[in-house]
């Protein structure tokens, strides 16, 4: 686990290192990424750069990492988990090892393909690879960068091309490239898409003209594409198909479950260095702990576990976590976060090189400072992932039960519902019995506009309240919510299915597209890095992903229920009194937060003078400022956003 940069240039004469270069600063930016040393790469045309975190062969494993015959150099972030498989293979063809790093075997399988074309090239270096990864490999012979990220994302990979002086920069983190001199003017629609969402999804970024590497996609690029002004587009090597099989029984569906997400956690345990794992009370990470458990006692060891809570009644799991803790033997430490503690809202700022609005920061920040501090691990397993693709998010078993209504209203009445809903009164003034406006607006929807309302923390009304007039034209209508509606609607391209017949396919796909890559795991991969600590997410495992999307939707989640299949197939793994427990997720008392805590806090960064000129309305603000402050609404997490945005914006 690192942090890497790259520079390619058109023209060979340009220094792409030395010190106080461009390629300098940017790995000089990304030093917290990778405080075990750092290392460069630079012939004509291009330079490598990076900073690395020694988690597998700590003696050989040093990058910038070239081939023995001096042909390809490669900057790796990540861990491939099937190395040692894969190396098995490429000596059994002649290939010959020097270290026993997994980032050797990118050079391998790049010499193994190097005759491919550049359609085929990134494809198959990356299709073998089991892991997190995400890399700059130069290949000098043929004189072309092949860039490349994991399948859902779980490594960044940031881009400019800066057309003028034909040059491509490419980093782990945003700021990296900022130091090295991309632009920094703020793109209106990513704005629009961080207030929908709280995060900026990509492949956006904040900035207009730099750019995120989307998941499971390469990127082949020459000095000649820069000599001519254009990159050609990144390419898609992995696609998660929801295709349900129909031939197994339940019973075997649990148990194909049961035994993948033993055998995927298993294989993430692999390091030469002490593993530990975030332990929240949950079943997800619950069942992470259970089999990592008894993986590290098997080769002698002990689990080390860490959990947050927080003083707030209703939003902490200490005590469910301690129970699995202790059934489990683990070497179990806890702390209580507050709105100030270990940096809070500081460390937000300092540590997301984007605004990055999800309240969750702060705990994940102070679960990993507790993991690497006392702690004393440099690798945690995490949950992250389950909800994904199991169905577990209370929102899933929510919406189910609206489309279970909408399937039976005639689409005439369905129709009708539209104005009522623009007509119904919000606030917290209602009966909650008529608190119905956002459950006649998803009703009087399509399937894939419904859900990517539901997933609005700022929907449009709201924004339009928010946003600055000038950002709202120039908008020109395009929407968050056309977005999300287009990755919903990508859950039925392969087979026909329609999403009023299936509508949680559409719902998984959506969150695994543009929520999962730009917020959850954006959220734990900062927070780790922050810390030089690496987390591994086994329930991302592609190949229990693949499985998952394969099991029929309504033994995955239904109106009222969630994580079906996953409950029977894990749920033994959790104390008797945790199974009872109903979920939480891992949430923040934002709405407590802005009216005690921060509320001063919220006054002088959000008003002061020109910290939001432009970008948001002032007077829109502090009309959903008042009204929250007042108790008449709640809208705790839109204003974490703006307060994010404003304190961002002022860094």
């Known amino acids: 686990m690192c942090g890497f940069s790259a520079l390619l240039s058109a023209d060979p004469s340009i220094p792409p290192a030395g010190a106080g270069s461009p390629l300098d600063r940017m790995t000089a930016a990304l030093a917290h990424r990778g405080p075990d040393g750092a290392g460069r790469y630079a012939e004509p045309h291009v330079g490598l750069g990076h900073r690395r975190l020694s988690i597998i062969d700590l003696a050989g494993g040093d990058q910038p990492m070239r081939s023995a015959d001096g042909r390809f150099a490669v900057a790796f972030n990540g861990e491939?988990?099937?190395?040692?498989?894969?190396?098995?293979?490429?000596?059994?063809?002649?290939?010959?090892?020097?270290?026993a790093s997994d980032t050797e075997t990118l050079l391998h399988l790049a010499a193994e393909h190097a005759e491919r074309s550049d359609d085929e090239y990134g494809a198959a270096v990356c299709t073998p690879l089991r892991g997190m990864f995400a890399f700059a490999l130069w290949d000098a012979q043929r004189r072309r960068l092949l860039l490349a990220r994991d399948r859902v994302g779980q490594k960044?990979?940031?881009?400019?091309?800066?057309?003028?002086?034909?040059?491509?920069?490419?980093?782990?983190?945003?700021?990296?490239?900022?130091?090295?001199?991309?632009?920094?003017?703020?793109?209106?629609?990513?704005?629009?898409?961080?207030l929908t969402l709280g995060c900026v999804p990509g492949p956006r970024t904040i900035f207009r003209g730099v750019a995120k590497l989307p998941p499971a996609h390469t990127l082949v690029v020459s000095p000649g594409d820069l000599e001519r002004g254009e990159l050609p587009p990144p390419r898609r090597y992995w696609e998660l198909r929801y295709r349900p099989d129909l031939s197994k029984s339940r019973a075997e569906w649990v148990e194909a479950v049961r035994a993948k997400v033993a055998e995927a956690v298993r294989t993430h345990l692999v390091a030469d260095v002490p593993v530990g794992a975030f332990l929240s009370g949950g079943l997800d990470s619950g069942a992470v702990v259970a089999h990592a458990a008894a993986g590290l006692r098997e080769a002698g060891g002990r689990l080390k576990t860490f959990s947050v809570g927080f003083d707030e009644r209703g939003f902490s799991e200490l005590p469910a976590a301690k129970l699995i803790a202790e059934r489990y033997d683990t070497d179990h430490a806890e702390r209580v976060v507050r709105a100030d503690a270990d940096g809070g809202l500081d460390g937000v700022l300092t540590h997301y090189d984007e605004p990055f609005a999800d309240p969750s920061a702060v705990p994940t920040l102070a679960v990993a400072a507790a993991a690497a501090g006392a702690g004393g691990?440099?690798?945690v397993l995490t949950g992250d992932g389950g909800d994904e693709a199991f169905g577990g998010y209370a929102r899933y078993a929510h919406d189910l039960r609206e489309a279970a209504v909408r399937r039976r209203l005639p689409p005439a009445l369905r129709a009708g519902l539209g104005p009522i809903a623009a007509a119904w009164p919000r606030g917290r003034g209602l009966p909650r019995a008529l608190r119905l406006k956002s459950t006649l607006t998803n009703l009087a929807a399509d399937p894939a506009a419904a859900f990517a309302n539901t997933l609005g923390l700022c929907r449009p009304p709201l924004r339009g309240e928010l946003l600055h007039p000038d950002v709202r034209a120039e908008l020109a209508g395009a929407t968050a919510e056309q977005e999300l509606a287009a990755a919903y609607a990508a859950a039925y391209r392969h087979d026909g299915a329609d999403s009023l017949s299936d509508p949680l396919r559409g719902m998984l796909a959506c969150d695994t597209a543009v929520l999962l890559p730009d917020d959850f795991l954006v959220k734990v991969d900062r927070a780790t890095m922050a810390r030089g600590l690496e987390a591994r997410p086994p329930l991302l495992d592609h190949e229990l992903l693949e499985l998952a999307a394969t099991i029929p939707s309504d033994l995955k989640a239904g109106p009222g229920r969630t994580k079906t299949i996953f409950r029977e197939a894990c749920g033994d793994l959790l104390p008797e009194a945790v199974r009872r427990l109903p979920k939480r997720g891992f949430d923040v008392p934002t709405d407590a937060w802005l009216r005690g805590p921060l509320a001063e806090r919220f006054e002088e960064t959000v008003f002061s003078a020109g910290a939001l000129d432009g970008v948001?309305?002032?007077?829109?603000?502090?009309?959903?400022?008042?009204?929250?402050?007042?108790?008449?609404?709640?809208?705790?997490?839109?204003?974490?956003?703006?307060?994010?945005?404003?304190?961002?914006?002022?860094?």
């Open 156 to 194: 960044p990979v940031y881009l400019h091309h800066d057309r003028g002086g034909k040059r491509l920069r490419v980093a782990s983190e945003l700021t990296a490239l900022a130091a090295a001199g991309a632009p920094r003017e703020l793109d209106p629609a990513a704005v629009d898409r961080y």
């Open 80 to 99: 491939i988990y099937n190395y040692r498989a894969l190396r098995a293979d490429l000596e059994g063809r002649d290939h010959a090892f020097r270290t």
């Open 377 to 379: 691990v440099k690798v």
């Open 616 to 651: 948001l309305d002032r007077d829109g603000v502090r009309r959903v400022w008042e009204a929250h402050r007042a108790g008449r609404a709640g809208y705790g997490k839109p204003l974490w956003a703006v307060l994010v945005l404003a304190g961002w914006l002022r860094r």
